[in-house]
């Protein structure tokens, strides 16, 4: 299932402190609570003192999230300072790849990543696309698209970037397995794609989640 998720922030180096920490709360899916057990909290209540505003992330609170968050960067999670994760300079992670057009996701087989992404429970993506043109496809512009590459037999009912002859975009796939053939949906899908053989798929990527950054 396609999750998503939505930053409140304009832009990294003007969040606040509990802004900063929801963003890795959202992230970790849990709940505020579950989150402070996680990290070895007894219970969450400094986490709610920040989200009232009441205190800031102290050092020592900062060292529990990024021991369990590595790829977080602590001088962004205490003083809001740099980028949220290390991993920019680093080649480990998700591979990201600035996109204008959806001609661009070529660029997944060729061209080396403009960067890496690290993002806990999307290890498994094969890259992460920002989604930079404007469409119907039910995607932001701007948002970061996070994409795990299928084969062609185990797709699965779901929401797709397909690459194919006729169309390339975003796209819902249902199996049918009476005619053996993919029942391809979406608002720019060309009438004659309604059913495609598996073998006239020459890529199929699972959307895996969709970070929506509003205000970015």
């Not at 806990?120 to 995607?139: L, M, R, T, Y």
């Not at 948002?143 to 185990?154: G, N, S, T």
Request: proline content about 4%; glycine content about 8%; hydrophobic content about 35%.
């Amino acid at each position: 299932m396609t999750q998503h998720f939505n930053s409140i922030a304009e832009s990294s180096a003007g969040l606040t402190p509990w802004q900063r920490l929801e963003t890795i709360i959202k992230m970790s899916g849990m709940s505020i609570n579950a989150f402070a057990r996680c990290i070895g909290l007894s219970r969450g209540e400094n986490l709610y003192q920040i989200k009232k505003g009441n205190n800031g992330i102290s050092r020592d609170l900062a060292h529990r999230i990024t021991n369990y968050y590595p790829q977080i960067s602590f001088a962004w999670l205490v003083a809001g300072e740099g980028a949220m994760t290390i991993d920019g300079q680093s080649t480990t992670g998700i591979p990201f790849y600035n996109c204008s057009c959806p001609d661009d996701i070529d660029r997944l087989a060729t061209d080396d990543p403009d960067g890496y992404v690290a993002m806990p429970g999307f290890e498994d993506c094969c890259a992460v696309i920002a989604h930079n043109w404007q469409s119907k496809d039910g995607i932001p512009q701007g948002a970061y698209v996070f994409l795990h590459r299928m084969e062609k037999r185990y797709v699965r009912m779901g929401q797709y970037f397909l690459i194919s002859d006729q169309y390339v975009g975003f796209c819902q796939i249902r199996t049918l397995s009476k005619l053996r053939k993919l029942k391809v949906t979406g608002c720019k899908v060309p009438v004659s794609l309604k059913h495609l053989e598996r073998d006239e798929a020459h890529e199929l990527y699972l959307v895996r989640g969709v970070l929506n950054i509003v205000g970015k």
